[in-house]
């Protein structure tokens, strides 16, 4: 298997992705949904969190060459950026989703200075709106955004449009594509779920009306 089809993998063995095509789940923002992703249990599992550290740093050297910080998106990101850091000795920092309401108001906590290059770590793209604010809070401190490294994506259109209109760099480690064929080749679901599963992601927010 690719890197990006173990990391699939993975995420389905220790149900950090779940997928019930028969039973859907129900977000918080009241869409059904085949798939429920919840990327903050890598953190329980040393093996699957280091490989997801390690591949990052590859991502990263390969991509965007040399950075200056790694940054993660408050919550979920602020871990493997730590973790990703430590691999590359590389300064860190995080995003906060607001600035705070006391003290010195900070969004970016850490320090960001100027002109330095910056990865932003996020564990999961689904819409990108969050991801884009995040990169933008950074730019706005007077720093390079060198791009956005996700977990995982669902590979919405509405991402794509956003990443690619702000012409900011998005590479995720693996992706919804991944995930299906890793989970039809081990069993997890099968070849008639699949095109539900499928037509879900053309479609999320009206799928099953």
């Known amino acids: 298997m690719t890197i990006s089809q173990t990391i699939a993998h993975m995420l389905l063995q220790i149900n950090a992705v779940a997928l019930r095509p028969q039973q859907p789940f129900t977000w918080t923002s009241g869409m059904k949904s085949p798939i429920y ?102 730019q706005d401190a007077g720093a390079i955004v060198v791009g956005v490294a996700a977990i995982f994506t669902y590979g919405f259109e509405k991402a794509v449009r956003t990443f690619e209109e702000t012409e900011i760099p998005l590479r995720t480690l693996t992706s919804y594509d991944n995930l299906l064929e890793v989970a039809v080749a081990k069993g997890y679901i099968t070849e008639q779920e699949v095109s539900l599963l499928a037509s879900w992601r053309k479609d999320p927010e009206n799928w099953q009306k």
């Open 37 to 138: 992703c919840d990327n903050r249990l890598t953190m329980a599992y040393p093996q699957v969190r280091d490989l997801i550290a390690e591949s990052f740093a590859d991502l990263i050297n390969r991509e965007w060459g040399q950075v200056d910080v790694v940054a993660g998106t408050a919550t979920a990101g602020i871990p493997h950026a730590a973790f990703v850091s430590q691999k590359l000795s590389l300064p860190m920092a995080y995003i906060r989703s607001s600035a705070k309401g006391h003290g010195k108001e900070n969004m970016i906590e850490g320090i960001i200075r100027p002109g330095q290059r910056v990865a932003v770590i996020e564990d999961l793209i689904s819409t990108g709106g969050s991801s884009v604010k995040a990169a933008k809070a950074v």
